[in-house]
């Protein structure tokens, strides 16, 4: 089973989207490279018909295979849709969906 629609996108720490099942699963797998669980914490969820927003706290923390301490901690801001087999899949993945960005010099 797939998380994500066809045309979703995921978009990416520095705040690049990713488009596309190849591009989501290369960004994907930088996180679960490290070998961690991630913890997750819904902090709102809001549904209208087939639409959802999700904000979600979520972490991974520990050590690496390598012995390295990692830590990674954020807050997601994400919307997804209830498909016709009553699965829900993401159209936007925004990980650090409450991370400050800069968008063309503001």
């Known amino acids: 089973m797939w998380f994500y629609e066809p045309d979703a996108i995921l978009v990416s ?21 490290v070998q961690l669980p991630m913890a997750i914490i819904a902090r709102h969820v809001f549904v209208a018909d087939t639409i959802a ?3 979600l706290d979520w972490n991974i923390v520990g050590k690496t295979p390598s012995g390295d301490d990692f830590h990674m901690v ?11 087999d009553g699965y829900w899949r993401y159209i936007i993945d925004n990980p650090f969906g409450t991370q400050v960005r800069s968008v063309g010099g503001l």
């Open 13 to 33: 720490a520095n705040g690049e989207p990713q488009r596309g099942i190849p591009a989501i699963r290369a960004e994907l797998l930088e996180y679960y490279s």
């Open 53 to 55: 927003s999700l904000v």
């Open 74 to 84: 954020a807050t997601s801001n994400d919307i997804a849709r209830r498909g016709e």
